[in-house]
């Protein structure tokens, strides 16, 4: 069985976990503190271990299919003796039963280990209420979405992402014209001056992210950037406790090439927006290469909420450290139609009352 790592307070012998509010590690029982650094311990062994390769045991107390064997792990909590069954991503996790929280130091190990972090600062409560307004003044969401019950299905979720460094040389030679009028007495007259125009230049991009979980939506995780990575931290496993966490399951080489279309759309945009002045312009050859340097293995904080509504489900996230919030919101028909039927009869009338004042006054 992988080895698993429990953060318990040397106080009262609770589970103590991240606190994004002092951005240290605390006791909710006793309201100890701790410094993070006193915790590297836990850590230092990491770099020099293999990752996990121990067959993990399914058990025999739950009876498994095939279908369900698949891909499935469990370990018992060290506290209490429960088991907890995720599958063969899970990095961090909190026991069920007595709410321990637990970190699998084998899915870390050797080059499993992210680079950086950031951490959490954005607490559940900020999160619940950063949501709740966003749902404030949405007259055709559904009543289930405004219940507090389903608020609370809020799970901080560390996303496994790939963060690209790239040295990027570009140009481009455009067709670009401007057009000059003018008129006397007898003619109107136009002028149009055709210009070639060419531009180079070299951008440095730093931290371009890509996800690197396959659960997590792709178009999801871009929606909640940016982050600030001036405030990336090395690695500490204590910074996953209280929180999930996932090994990455997309390495960096799947979302190499995403990453790169998105560096050179960029530049290219940022190439065309110095072909100014002219009223026309058209591209008439680009050249943009891509230099990546490297890659680092970072995790980022995401609150997380599921929700099903009329059985479809939906998916919200907020990030952990700027609290943008996204998500689609689901429509009630019923009121979007007796919206609708209400606006369009006073559309008609308004319509109807102004033809009538045209008529009489025309």
């Excluded at 701790?34 to 993990?56: I, P, Q, T, Y």
Aim: overall charge negative; glycine content about 8%.
């Amino acid at each position: 069985m992988a080895g698993l790592q429990e953060y318990k307070c040397p106080c009262c012998g609770g589970a103590i976990e991240f606190n994004s509010d002092v951005q240290k590690m605390k006791c909710p029982y006793c309201d100890s503190e701790f410094e993070l650094e006193a915790l590297l311990k836990f850590d230092n062994e990491l770099a020099a271990e293999k990752s996990d390769s121990v067959e993990w045991d399914l058990g025999e107390t739950v009876e498994w299919n095939d279908s369900e064997k698949a891909g499935m792990r469990l370990f018992v909590c060290q506290s209490c003796g429960g088991e907890i069954i995720g599958d063969e991503n899970m990095a961090a996790a909190q026991c069920p039963y007595c709410g321990n929280n637990v970190v699998i130091m084998g899915q870390f190990a050797g080059g499993l280990k992210p680079d950086a972090i950031i951490p959490f600062k954005i607490n559940k409560q900020a999160a619940i209420d950063g949501m709740s307004k966003h749902l404030m003044g949405k007259k055709l969401l559904p009543k289930v979405f405004k219940d507090e019950n389903h608020i609370e299905e809020v799970i901080g979720v560390y996303v496994p992402f790939w963060l690209f460094d790239s040295d990027v040389s570009y140009f481009g030679h455009y067709k670009a014209t401007k057009v000059r009028h003018w008129s006397d007495s007898r003619y109107r007259y136009t002028e149009t001056t055709t210009y070639s125009v060419s531009r180079d230049g070299f951008q440095q991009f730093r931290n371009v992210p890509a996800d690197g979980s396959k659960k997590m939506a792709d178009d999801l995780m871009n929606s909640i950037e940016p982050f600030n990575y001036n405030e990336v931290v090395p690695f500490q496993t204590a910074y996953l406790a209280g929180y999930v966490a996932d090994k990455y399951d997309v390495t960096k080489e799947e979302v190499k090439d995403i990453v790169t279309e998105r560096m050179k759309f960029t530049a290219d945009m940022m190439l065309r927006r110095t072909v100014i002045g002219y009223n026309s312009v058209v591209t008439l050859n680009k050249s943009i290469q891509c230099n990546h340097n490297k890659a680092k293995y970072a995790l980022l904080p995401v609150w997380i909420l599921n929700t099903k509504w009329n059985d479809k489900n939906f998916t919200f996230a907020m990030n952990g450290q700027t609290g943008k919030f996204v998500g689609n919101l689901p429509l009630d028909k019923k009121l979007y139609w007796k919206f609708f039927g209400m606006w369009t009869g006073i559309v008609s009338v308004g319509t109807f009352l102004l033809s009538l004042l045209i008529y009489y006054f025309s």
